[in-house]
């Protein structure tokens, strides 16, 4: 009975650990190209069909995986912003670890997510078209415009938070603890009528 439960035990701590890794460990084995010469990122911009996850460090850096360089994809940083973007049918998955981030911009089906906790002086947060993202955030001040079609999942805590919902886009606010909070939901130009979905 105690080899048993010695063994369970043993068998949870093994699945915890697991779990907490299991994005870096599956991808590791993956294809992956670390760009070293990309650093100072203030802004992200992403394009297309990419998969971005985003996480805290005390430097940048950026990796890259399905095969990169013989992909149609464009990663690249001029002036602290770095641009991704890929519009093949198989997403591109990027995972850049940011010291210091002001603004991340994503458009079309781009997707991103949190790794952790992202934490942030100011971040402002825009979301175009059908992108979606999935931010767990430890920030001062947010700034968070959802349009189009768009959808947004935020959750941590902030000091100040600046919500603006386009009438046709998704934003879950459910689990974001905020001192400050003004949201916004913009209503449809010509009929005055908004079918935006705001979770409290």
């Known amino acids: 009975m105690k080899k048993s439960i010695l063994t369970l035990a043993i068998a949870i701590v093994t699945v915890l650990g697991v779990s907490q890794s299991a994005f870096a460990g599956n991808k590791e084995r993956e294809a992956v190209t670390v760009l070293s010469e990309i650093s100072n990122i203030n802004k992200i911009e992403v394009y297309g069909n990419v998969e971005l996850y985003l ?28 641009t991704i973007s890929s519009y093949k ?14 603004n991340l911009s994503v458009y079309d089906n781009a ?4 790794f952790g906790k992202l934490s942030a002086l100011e971040l402002s947060v825009n979301l175009y078209n059908n992108a979606s993202a999935k931010l767990n955030m430890d920030a001062y001040a947010v700034n968070v415009k959802v349009n189009d079609h768009a959808k947004a999942d935020l959750e941590g805590t902030t000091a100040e938070a600046d ?6 886009a998704f934003l879950n606010i459910s689990n974001l603890s905020s001192e400050h ?5 913009v209503a449809e130009p010509y009929t005055g009528e908004s079918n935006a979905t705001v979770v409290l």
Do not use: I, P, R
Not at 61 to 74: G, H, M, R, W
Not at 181 to 185: A, G, H, P, T, Y
């Open 55 to 82: 996480s805290d460090g005390t430097t940048d850096q950026v990796k890259v995986y399905n095969k990169y360089y013989s992909e149609n994809a464009l990663v690249q940083n001029k002036n602290g912003v770095l």
């Open 89 to 102: 049918t198989e997403k591109l998955v990027v995972w850049v670890t940011v010291n210091n981030l002001f």
């Open 111 to 114: 997707e991103v997510k949190s």
């Open 163 to 168: 919500l603006n919902c386009d009438y046709s």
């Open 181 to 185: 909070m003004v949201k916004k939901v």
